[in-house]
């Protein structure tokens, strides 16, 4: 069975920077592209960052697009999120997701993914 372990959320002041990471356990972690979304309270859940199986291409939400990155160690079966510039509206439960479609479409549909994460709350101070 695939799981899923986020780490490295937290409380950050605005303007600070955090690292989440995902450790993949149970499956070809290669053999999955992931994603990460968040949801914040009262809210929908959101894409945030995807990236495919070789770690060749990413996508990114407009919202966070030039302070978040996304990479992956396909070695330590491991997926990261680098959040720089946070801003109290990133304040969220994030989750990352695995599927087996390692495609260029979709990635922003959490319908399009099969395993989740529990999530990791982020918490951005003003």
């Known amino acids: 069975q695939v799981q899923l372990v986020e780490s490295g959320g937290g409380l950050v002041q605005a303007g600070g920077s955090l690292r989440l990471s995902c450790a993949v356990s149970g499956g070809a972690f290669s053999s999955y592209a992931m994603g990460w979304f968040r949801q914040a309270p009262g809210k929908e859940r959101e894409f945030v960052a995807y990236i495919r199986r070789s770690g060749s291409r990413t996508y990114y939400a407009d919202s966070v697009k030039g302070r978040f990155t996304i990479s992956r160690d396909n070695a330590k079966n491991t997926v990261y999120l680098q959040m720089n510039s946070l801003k109290p509206e990133d304040t969220a439960v994030y989750s990352c997701?695995?599927?087996?479609?390692?495609?260029?479409?979709?990635?922003?549909?959490?319908?399009?993914?099969?395993?989740w994460g529990q999530g990791t709350q982020v918490t951005v101070s003003v």
């Open positions: 997701t695995a599927r087996g479609a390692d495609t260029n479409s979709g990635y922003d549909d959490p319908l399009s993914y099969n395993y």
